[in-house]
Nanobody
């Protein structure tokens, strides 16, 4: 059974940074990993994706501010978030092999 656990969320002021982690286990083979986010009252939106090869893609709203990476030896993915804005406030979810974590809350506010 695939397990996905996100961590690293919290409260940060606008312009600040956070680093999210996603630890995955219980799967075989190679998969892309991705981050999504869901703000209150809104749908879950794509944030960033990384292939097993390391190829990355980003939503336009986070390009140049967020960086996705992964450590295949640890089955762990990261999301470095810089220059955070209040509109980045959301629950951030990790997904791999059609499995999702429970999410980690990111709040950007004074």
């Amino acid at each position: 059974q695939v397990q996905v656990v996100e961590s690293g969320g919290g409260l940060v002021q606008p312009g600040g940074s956070l680093r999210l982690s996603c630890a995955a286990s219980g799967f075989r083979g190679t998969y892309a990993m991705a981050w999504y986010r869901q703000a209150p009252g809104k749908q879950r939106d794509f944030v960033a994706r990384i292939e097993n090869s390391g190829y990355t893609s980003y939503a336009d709203s986070v390009k140049g501010r967020f960086t996705i990476s992964r450590d295949n030896t640890k089955n762990t993915m990261y999301l470095q978030m810089n220059s955070l804005k209040p509109e980045d406030t959301a629950v951030y979810y990790c997904t791999i092999a059609n499995s999702w974590g429970q999410g980690t809350q990111v709040t950007v506010s004074f």
